[in-house]
């Protein structure tokens, strides 16, 4: 070997040594959470995701922790969410492990711990992109995703001020209501909504609500007796998945307190200045 | 208390046998490599972090398939850089390896002068560039030795190539390097800017 050839790989290793790689995510408390909530290390696991949204709820296990087999599928993606949130939850791992182990709704992925996004877009009080998609009317809307809508029985709120529907993100398409702030219904600095509601059917993958770092609090509740979270005591973040499955920190925004809850195969997300009480009321009548 | 730390193949072997703990401790003493070699090959973090975690876990459900007493680091990596290749093959942006040098590593054992170290910065930058103008294949290879000091196996597990093309592969990709340092804009002029670094005894 000639010495220019040594010189190269000597200057290559002498680089390699000098990079900056970014920082290594915890993935030991996540891929733990994963593997002891998973059905018991059985000669296959799970593969279709249509099995496992057909799946009937069985509380015993985690069927709806999100797996994610056939991720090339996902150019028609999803929309990602980071929920972040600083760090009451994690101060001793034993925490961090249990609520890692817990979190987790049919299309919403966890992980517990790591920095916030590097860029946020939307800070309190400035108008936002709500990622939203085109807007429609309800009846619409009906007709151009794959699921029932539900919509809140409570008192002014079964119709919604705007409807937007997304039939490609994620796959299976979404759709947000929003309402107007009103009286009971104080404006949200992260929305201007009084309140917005996101329903799409939740796919095991790609995760809807990707990742949750968590600084506030999270409250598991029972929403129709079906599991449910509710995120509040500090703003998160959460971070869309584009239609490309690329995971678009750009798209960043802060969000405030905030309810995700499945039913049936649907998951559901209701954002608003409300009280957990008032969240589940709202919640508990969608019909 | 434990006395000792479990060695990999006593880890392993738990794991084999679903002692999920186990397996979190594997995790954590390969998640470095792992998201690394992700990165290296997928190209972005987020799609690095998806990787290194989905082939945790598939890695998880496959260990009672993984033969007792084979090393445990290129099966890993074999699958972990699957899943990095299927990310990258679904269609994301070209950002490779956005890699930065760190300005307070001298790499010799004296402390270099102020100018020393920012001319050897300077170099590091040039020859970073270089690998980065380089073919996915090229750089892929070379930063699986040199970045994330790879054996020979798990380059081969890494990169899905049989063990006895790495060499070629790697000597290529080399011999490509040194063309592209000496192109314009390359290098210094088609001297190798790196030969007067300081150590360089690693």
């Known amino acids: 070997m000639s010495q220019r050839e040594l010189d190269l790989e000597r200057a290559l290793a002498d680089l390699g040594a000098s990079l900056q790689f970014p920082p290594t995510p915890d993935l030991a408390a996540t891929v733990t959470a994963r593997v002891e909530e998973s059905p018991a290390r059985a000669t296959t696991r799970p593969r279709s995701t249509g099995r496992l949204l057909r799946r009937p709820h069985d509380p015993s296990r985690m069927w709806w922790w999100p797996r994610r087999a056939g991720w090339r599928r996902l150019a028609v993606a999803g929309l990602a969410v980071v929920l972040l949130a600083a760090a009451v939850l994690i101060a001793s791992p034993g925490t961090r492990e249990a609520v890692a182990r817990r979190l987790g709704l049919r299309g919403v992925g966890v992980r517990i711990g790591g920095p916030p996004p590097p860029t946020v877009t939307t800070t309190p009080g400035t108008r936002l992109d709500l990622g939203l998609g085109e807007r429609v009317t309800l009846a619409g809307a009906r007709r151009r995703v794959g699921f029932p809508i539900l919509v809140p029985a409570a008192a002014g709120l079964d119709r919604p001020d705007a409807v937007f529907v997304d039939e490609a993100v994620p796959a299976g398409g979404r759709v947000d209501l929003v309402y107007r702030a009103r009286t009971g219904l104080p404006a949200s600095p992260f929305t201007d909504a009084g309140l917005l509601i996101t329903e799409f059917r939740g796919q095991p993958t790609p995760e809807f609500l990707k990742k949750v770092t968590v600084m506030g609090v999270v409250q598991e509740v029972t929403v129709g007796g079906e599991p449910g979270y509710w995120f509040s005591g500090a703003p998160h973040f959460f971070t869309y998945r584009d239609a490309r499955g690329d995971l678009r920190e750009e798209q960043t925004r802060l969000a405030g307190n905030t309810l995700i809850w499945q039913r049936g195969d649907l998951t559901l997300r209701l954002e608003g200045e409300l009280s957990k009480e008032e969240a589940l009321r709202i919640a508990e009548s969608m019909r | ?202």
């Open chain 2, 1 to 202: 208390m434990e006395g000792r730390p479990l060695d990999e193949q006593e880890l392993v072997e738990r794991a084999r046998e679903g002692d999920a703990r186990a397996y979190e401790a594997l995790v954590r003493r390969y998640q470095d490599l792992a998201f690394r070699t992700a990165y290296v090959i997928a190209g972005g973090a987020a799609d690095a972090e998806d990787a290194a975690q989905e082939g945790f876990v598939k890695a998880w459900y496959a260990l009672p398939r993984f033969r007792a007493g084979a090393p445990f680091r290129p099966w890993l990596l074999a699958i972990v850089a699957n899943e990095a290749r299927n990310r990258r093959r679904s269609g994301r942006r070209q950002d490779d390896l956005a890699l930065r040098v760190a300005e307070d590593r001298p790499s010799g054992d004296a402390a270099p002068s102020p100018e020393a170290a920012a001319l050897a910065g300077e170099q590091r930058r040039l020859l970073l560039a270089a690998v980065g103008r380089l073919g996915e294949a090229d750089r892929q290879v070379i930063a699986c030795r040199y970045f994330l000091e790879l054996s020979e196996a798990e380059m081969a597990a890494a990169l899905g190539c049989r063990r006895g093309t790495v060499k070629s592969r790697l000597s290529r990709a080399l011999s490509r390097l040194r063309a592209a340092m000496a192109e314009p804009g390359g290098g210094a002029g088609g001297q190798l800017p790196m030969t007067r670094l300081p150590g360089g005894d690693r």
